[in-house]
């Protein structure tokens, strides 16, 4: 069955040091459903494609082929990146708890949108925070203080990208 695609923004998504396989993967699946245009993995981030360019298994598990239809580039360093997308027009919008922060229901995409998440552990460094136009934020209820990288990526960009 085909299925129409309207694209009315360009999102790109930016993944910084996610430590997970399972996550990366997790996040390819939810970035081709949103019709994602492209997704930096940026320093320790795993690639579909080990260094001696093999597929990796363990991305390909939980991806289900999303890791070849969604386009993706490696990037040692993440400064130069929003540098040069914030010059191409990109508003950045960071997926993070912080005090700057706004509920991600109240944001609304741009024409071109970056969305960054930040690790599993640590979330994304303030001097990152700093170089963002919106920090969105996911409001708790219950008593963990956060979502798993790849659930918040998903409930956050299809709320926002209202899909």
């Keep these: 069955m085909m299925r129409a ?3 009315t923004h360009e999102a790109v998504l930016i993944l910084p040091d996610i430590r997970s396989t399972h996550n990366v993967g997790a996040i390819f699946r939810t970035a081709d459903a949103l019709g994602i245009a492209k997704i930096y993995l940026v320093g320790t981030t795993p690639a579909p494609l080990d260094r001696f360019g093999r597929v990796r298994s363990d991305i390909a598990k939980t991806a289900l082929g999303a890791e070849n239809t969604v386009p993706w580039e490696s990037k040692a360093t993440l400064a130069p990146l929003l540098t040069k997308l914030k010059k191409e027009g990109f508003t950045i919008v960071a997926i993070e708890q912080s005090e700057k922060s706004v509920d991600y229901k109240k944001v609304k ?3 071109k949108t970056v969305f960054i998440v930040g690790t599993e552990v640590t979330g994304l460094p303030k001097s990152v925070l700093q ?11 219950g008593m963990k203080e956060s979502l798993n990288v790849s659930v918040a990526t998903g409930v956050a960009l299809f709320r926002i990208l209202g899909k």
């Design 5 to 7: 695609m309207t694209k």
């Design 109 to 111: 995409s741009s024409e």
């Design 131 to 141: 170089k963002c136009d919106i920090i969105a934020e996911i409001p708790m209820a």
